[in-house]
């Protein structure tokens, strides 16, 4: 199989016959294996280990190399993490911007529908970032695809919110608002709505900010009772700028990844060994849609492993990530 095949064929796939899969997924980290420096690099000095699983990439390296399979400079486009301070961001270099297109439309698609959906956005910070963002990229590519009239952004303007909110009841469009974690705290503090009973919230993460960590639950909570839904309303969207997929929480605030990605749970001290079910570790992720960057990456959240699926418990402590990292100077 190769690379041009997966192109086209890794959002047709189905989670009920696995196959597939396993084919498209051996033939992109073999490519991988061979064209990108870097994580042929980590491979060969990690070495061959006796575990059915990939050898996961630290998410860290994206902030210290281009991770590609393509001369970087060929990149049709370079998304970047939002900044920490005067940290380092991380930077996915995209040959392909139209296979990022293709995951994110066809992956809510199967989640929420094919709309039309009145879009909200509040998304501080995000929008201060630009075309470098990959949230923004996504998400004015689903208001192409799937979004009714008068869809925007209602940063800085609660009072755009009720309008906006008031438009769908009338035209009967589900509203859907997509923001970042606190900044929808920020506003539903501040300001009192009543949204549409067929509305949705999807929250995008950012749970910790200068001011306090929340617990996800209790976040859902407030945002139901300040947005005047019911909780289970309520959503969140778990993605990064090192990832081209993304996944939805569905009952319980438990992620379920889209066909093309797998995911997994493992030791922070042997990233190489899956926790047992239930278990507490680092999420790990296979992501088809990265085959041109890499697609098996060690990330720095802490996760438990439910069923088909996975709970974001938050970012690991910095003595597991320090067991996670330590694999980094082979990059």
């Given at each position: 199989m190769t690379i041009d095949q997966v192109a086209h064929g890794f959002t047709k796939l189905s989670r009920e016959d696995p196959k597939p899969f396993g084919a498209m997924a051996a033939a992109v980290l073999e490519h991988q294996r061979s064209s990108n420096p870097v994580y042929a690099r980590y491979c060969n000095a990690i070495g061959s280990r006796e575990t059915p699983l990939p050898t996961f990439l630290p998410v860290e390296a994206f902030r210290r190399a281009a991770v590609a399979a393509f001369p970087p400079e060929e990149a049709e486009h370079v998304f970047e993490s939002s900044r920490t301070g005067s940290g380092t961001p991380s930077r996915h270099y995209v040959r392909n911007l139209a296979i990022y297109r293709d995951s994110a439309a066809e992956h809510f698609r199967q989640i929420f529908g094919e709309g039309p959906f009145l879009f909200v956005t509040h998304l501080p910070?995000?929008?201060?970032?630009?075309?470098?963002?990959?949230?923004?990229?996504?998400?004015?590519?689903?208001?192409?695809?799937?979004?009714?009239?008068?869809?925007?952004?209602?940063?800085?303007?609660?009072?755009?919110?009720?309008?906006?909110?008031?438009?769908?009841?009338?035209?009967?469009?589900?509203?859907?608002?997509?923001?970042?974690?606190?900044?929808?705290?920020?506003?539903?503090?501040?300001?009192?709505?009543?949204?549409?009973?067929?509305?949705?919230?999807?929250?995008?993460?950012?749970?910790?900010?200068?001011?306090?960590?929340?617990?996800?639950?209790?976040?859902?909570?407030?945002?139901?009772?300040g947005f005047g839904i019911a909780a289970s309303a309520v959503r969140s969207e778990y993605g990064m700028c090192e990832l081209l997929s993304q996944c939805y929480s569905r009952e319980a605030g438990i992620f379920v990844p889209p066909p093309w990605m797998r995911a997994w749970v493992v030791d922070p001290a042997s990233p190489f060994e899956e926790v047992s079910m239930g278990g507490t570790g680092a999420l790990a992720v296979l992501d088809l849609a990265n085959m041109h960057s890499a697609s098996a990456v060690l990330t720095q959240d802490r996760a438990v492993r439910r069923n088909d699926g996975f709970e974001v418990l938050g970012r690991l402590a910095g003595a597991e990530l320090r067991g996670c990292n330590f694999l980094l100077e082979h990059v």
């Open positions: 910070g995000y929008e201060a970032q630009g075309g470098t963002s990959s949230l923004l990229y996504m998400i004015d590519h689903l208001v192409d695809r799937f979004g009714a009239a008068g869809s925007g952004s209602v940063l800085g303007d609660a009072g755009k919110l009720h309008d906006l909110a008031e438009l769908g009841a009338r035209s009967r469009v589900p509203l859907l608002v997509f923001g970042a974690a606190f900044g929808l705290l920020d506003l539903v503090e501040k300001h009192e709505f009543s949204l549409p009973h067929d509305a949705l919230v999807i929250e995008t993460g950012g749970i910790k900010t200068h001011r306090r960590a929340i617990e996800r639950g209790e976040l859902h909570r407030r945002l139901a009772q």
